[in-house]
């Protein structure tokens, strides 16, 4: 199972002063659907583990970047059937730059991107060429 | 000393006014564009349109919340967003516009997309924190915008006559509401001094550059640029806007405070 740990959105777990378990998470998109719903799970886990006195907080600085997620979290999810993001995301990247995308199912670099926006807004959708198969990319940010 | 209270109360309203104004253009063009929601040519661009204003929303949240916040009245983001009045939005007129056809739409995003670009990349240099960080989220997510757009507008003006009749169209009807993006009245001047916020005036230029160079390649032109709109700063809006209001907000003014 690919973590929230793995994927960079949990950023840290610390004490207060006032002895209350702070869990910081961090959102993937401006506009993710999830994040609601991940803090309100990170709240329930904890509480289930026992442990009263807790809190979320959501941080926006720095911002999330694919580069926080973990080379466990990149296998992960390809053996899930995602693409993890190919390259690091410091570069601002030409308007029309392709990425060479590698096919999650055969490994094939014989892809092509069907459209910028997939299922949720951190993905893209290609397609492989060699397979045929299509997948979730998930977009390098 | 009363004397030194008085400009921070009036700069914390200042602030106050041009975070919301960033607010209103995310939420109205948002709104707009979900309303492609099942619509769209293809079920791709039908998740691109979503994926897009979901963006939008998402950075409008964040500022409708630092605004509430700001404004220390206890407003949170449900209510600055669902419970004022028309005349109180000070979004740009260019994002109330109709979504017409799909040329109007792509025309509309990507006039947005090439001004909001370099908007959020400056914003990341504000002083003030908040801004800083939503823009640092803001500006990656506007790339994608600005992209899809571009490929778009390609792809229709340098398409069929069809789609290229279109694309003019589209271009001549918009053109008149790209004015407002460089304006700067008192509250973006006076956040601009405080180095808070961007002057607008000087992304002109750079938003030229990026329009011309993909309508240049799309074989069509930005049209001259003649009496431009204006107003949606100060809360007089074209008759669209009100419309876009009344199905918005529809669930909340009928049930106020209503959550599920
Ligand atoms: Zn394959």
Known sequence: MVTIADLGILRSIALDEEGCIVAQVTPTYSGCPATNLIQQMVLEALHEAGFENVRVESVLSPAWTTDWISSEGREKLRQFGIAPPTETSNSKRALFGETLVTCPHCGSGETERVSEFGSTPCKALYRCLACREPFDYFKCH | ?260
């Open chain 2, 1 to 260: 000393m009363s004397g030194t209270c008085e400009p921070m109360m009036t700069s914390n309203q200042t602030l106050f006014s041009y975070v919301l104004r960033l607010a209103d253009d995310h939420l109205i063009l948002s709104q707009r564009l979900g309303e492609w929601c099942g619509e769209a040519p293809t079920l791709e661009e039908d998740l691109a349109l979503a994926n897009i204003a979901l963006d939008l929303i998402g950075q409008a949240r964040a500022l409708y919340a630092y605004a509430g916040q700001v404004e220390g009245k206890g407003r949170d983001e449900d209510q600055l967003a669902f419970m004022r009045y028309e005349r109180d939005y000070q979004n740009l007129l260019i994002t109330e516009q109709p979504n017409g056809d799909f040329a109007h739409t792509i025309v509309r995003q990507f006039f947005i997309s090439a001004y909001m670009d370099p908007f959020w990349r400056r914003m990341e240099g504000s002083k003030d924190d908040m801004l800083a960080a939503i823009a640092a989220k803001a500006s990656k997510e506007v790339t994608y915008h600005l992209r899809h757009t571009s490929e778009w507008v390609i792809r229709l003006g340098d398409g069929t006559r069809e789609s290229h009749e279109r694309m003019v169209e589209a271009l001549d009807d918009l053109m008149m509401f790209t004015g407002e993006l460089f304006e700067m009245d008192a509250v973006a001047q006076e956040m601009l001094q405080s180095g808070v916020g961007v002057d607008a005036s000087d992304l002109k230029a750079e938003w030229q550059h990026t329009v011309q160079t993909i309508l240049q390649e799309a074989t069509l032109e930005l049209p001259k640029a003649g009496h431009m709109q204006t107003g949606g700063r100060m809360g007089r809006h074209s008759e669209h806007l009100g419309h876009i209001l009344s199905e918005l907000q529809y669930m909340q003014r009928s049930f106020p405070g209503l959550t599920w």
